[in-house]
């Protein structure tokens, strides 16, 4: 139906910048609404960055300044620009897509995850 598969996680040092990625297939990808999630050990999954269709965009408090959400429709990508990272910032990141246009579920779907890893 709908498949998100993340890449573009790895280690990278305080300071330093990465760019997560996110392809979707099987799906109208610019009608989805777009998100990055996160998740760092024994915390809960918080909301980092999403888009919406009309690419508007939002940012958590922690993140804005530093990372940039952006999509391209032609490559039905979306994609997360981290710069200045902090050690805080390490996570693994999900990718989500949000379907409201439809009449019956699923209405949001999740990639695997890709782990980011900020080192001191």
């Known amino acids: 139906q709908v498949r998100l598969v993340e890449s573009g996680g790895g280690l990278v040092q305080p300071g330093g910048s990465l760019r997560l990625s996110c392809a979707a297939s099987?799906?109208?990808?610019?009608?989805?609404?777009m998100a990055w999630f996160r998740q760092a050990p024994g915390k809960e999954r918080e909301l980092v960055a999403y888009?919406?269709?009309?690419?508007?965009?939002n940012y958590a408090d922690s993140v804005k300044g530093r990372f940039t959400i952006s999509r391209d429709n032609a490559k039905n990508t979306v994609y997360l620009q981290m710069n200045n990272l902090k050690s805080e910032d390490t996570a693994v990141y999900y990718c989500?897509?949000?379907?409201?246009?439809?009449?019956?579920?699923?209405?949001?779907?999740w990639g695997q995850g890709t782990q980011v890893t900020v080192s001191s």
């Open positions: 099987g799906s109208i990808f610019s009608l989805f609404n």
């Open positions: 989500n897509a949000g379907d409201y246009s439809k009449i019956l579920p699923p209405y949001n779907y």
């Open positions: 888009i919406t269709s009309g690419s508007s965009t």
